[in-house]
């Protein structure tokens, strides 16, 4: 053809045809002779790596040549000449390219019927051309030379993705591609329809949702709509996306047939997505803590960009910031917030660029007054992300959705009883039963098994045993289950003594897996549980014995009854006896030859009596 379009990569075959006009009717048909065996200089022009590759079915050598020759050759149908077939071979990168065929006429004679000669008055010094004809002289001159050009043009799609871009995750990211008919100069819209192929991958969860602002979930073509086509992407997870373009299916050259054609170079066939992610922490989220003693909550603001590192402090955020709440049915509140400002209940971390220490701050709440807890919960997060538009420009902070963050604090109160106080015989053992009780969230409860109790005794050498016993000679470990919260203590004395048993301390309080006594100074006091009435912290054991006494022996005459008379006297620890309460019941034995009379005596069987 005398010009044409091809895709980039396809070799163009142009057929160089010679003729006379033999019945100058002006005009190249299958009327006109062909022209056979005769030579023609070709010569290429067009872009890099096109040229002349073959001549006549024949290579003419590589690299592709500007330059070559050929001799035509029979026609392969009555219309068509004498002919070369010259194939050129496509370039790297779209553009034009001309084959310029040149035929030497060699000197006719006057007459020669090859060669019409000309009207008398008509000087001919050079071809002329009209249309596909060609006149030459058939005067006797130097030799002329015909010539004619064929054009060939290539083109390809080329192709742009854009734009790259960082999101939060969970938000929709649209991804445009444009896509254009280049042929080296000018570029052209394809056709509408055309369909782009494209690769697309991310992070887990990620995927295509739309195409052209439709559902098209996990699509992986689109189809252009005046030269392109958009495709949206979200994820729920931190991490770098990649969409790709690997083919264009469609018509690229006008009049041919659709095909798949890969984009030409100078494309930009691909564009990145970067999900990030924020989450906050407050340690500790869960903790309990003496009575008495402040706590203090450390927040923290960390990123995950997807590269694999997972969470960090994020340090870089000109504009990260943390509102939290303080929520307690206690006195407690908020007194201190290290980078930032506060108004119990509510708290401001400035955790940005222009704090002390970007990423984290610490929240410090008072201890109550009282057993019982409170929850720091995190209201709201705002951050920024370079790049990114939350549709009030690019680069503004934005509130972002971390969840539900929040930390329970819990002030331990302990108070403690030791029962019963008794009063004992001389030699019996008696069992003190020691129970401690703790308020974390305003209601008493016992403690947990495994608490140990530093207790104080007045005389080690009469305690018996310790059930359980703990760390210490003086310490007892709280028992489980049926037995919860207590531990039992058991004292005896073979002589008239007394015996104090109190609770000095707790020295290990372990509540969801920690250790709530601190090391310094390793024990908690415990409080009074009757506060008013006494205190529930100690309880007295005594041991007394009995002493008795009979009146003198006496002789009587034999019918004389004689009275008896018993003394008994109690001895307790503080020395001075004291009688045996009215009342009260004494057993005495009796030998004689009559049982003895009076008022309230009981026999028991034998010689035994009350």
Known sequence: PRAATNPLGQDHLFEVELRTDTNGDGRLDGNDTPVVGADVDLTW????????????????????????????????????????????????APGAGSLEASFSIPNADPGDPAFPSPDEDTTCTQPVKEGDLITVCNAVQAAQAIRDTGAKTWVGYLVDVDPDAANPVDTEHVFTIDVSIFDGTDETDPPDGTQVNFTWTGPAGSQVIETNGAPDLDASSCETIDGSCTVTVTSPNPGAGTIEVTTVFGVLVPGGGASSEQPIAGSDLDATKNW???????????????????????????????????????????????????????????????????????????????????????????????????????????????????????????????????????????????????????????????????????????????????????????????????????????????????????????????????????????????????????????????????NSLESTKDWIRFVGEVSANKINLIGASHTFFVDIDIEATDGTPSDFPAGSTAGFSWTGPNPPTGPGITPVGGNEYT
């Not at 509130?399 to 930390?407: H, I, R």
Request: glycine share 10%; aromatic share 4%; net charge negative.
């Open 276 to 534: 990030v992610d924020w989450r906050v922490t407050v340690a500790p989220p869960a903790e309990n803590n003496p009575l008495g003693v402040d706590h203090t909550f450390t927040v923290t603001l960390e990123k995950d960009i997807g590269d694999g590192n997972g969470f960090q402090t994020e340090t870089t955020d000109d504009d990260a910031e943390i509102d939290l709440l303080w929520t307690t049915t206690t006195d407690s509140v908020i007194t201190d917030v290290t980078t930032g400002a506060f108004t119990d209940p509510n708290a401001t971390c400035d955790v940005s660029t222009a704090s002390a220490t970007p990423g984290v701050c610490t929240v410090t709440v008072s201890s109550p007054s009282a057993g019982g807890g409170g929850v720091l919960s995190v209201e709201e997060v705002t951050v920024s992300l370079p790049g990114y538009d939350p549709g009030t420009g690019v680069g503004d902070p934005f509130v972002f959705d971390v969840g539900e963050v929040e930390a329970q604090k819990n002030w331990v109160e302990i108070r403690g009883t030791v029962s019963p106080d008794s009063v004992n015989i001389i030699g019996d053992s008696h069992e003190f039963l020691v129970t401690i009780e703790i308020n974390r969230d305003g209601t008493w409860e016992p403690a947990p098994a495994g608490t140990i109790v530093e207790l104080v005794v007045s005389d080690a050498a009469l305690v018996q045993s310790i059930d359980l016993p703990g760390d210490t000679a003086t310490s007892c470990e709280l028992r489980g289950a049926a037995e919860l919260g207590t531990c039992a203590v058991t004292v005896s004395a073979d002589v008239v003594d007394d015996f104090t048993l109190a609770i000095d301390s707790v020295t290990s309080l372990i509540i969801d897996s920690a250790e709530v006594v601190p090391d310094d100074p390793g024990s908690l006091p415990v409080a009074n549980a009757t506060p008013g009435q006494g």
């Open 45 to 92: 022009t067009g872009p890099a790596g096109s040229g002349i590759t073959e001549v006549n079915g024949a290579p003419v050598g590589a690299p592709p040549q500007t330059t070559a020759s050929c001799t035509t050759i029979a026609p392969i149908n009555p219309l068509i000449g004498g002919v070369c077939l010259v194939e050129v071979q496509s370039p790297g």
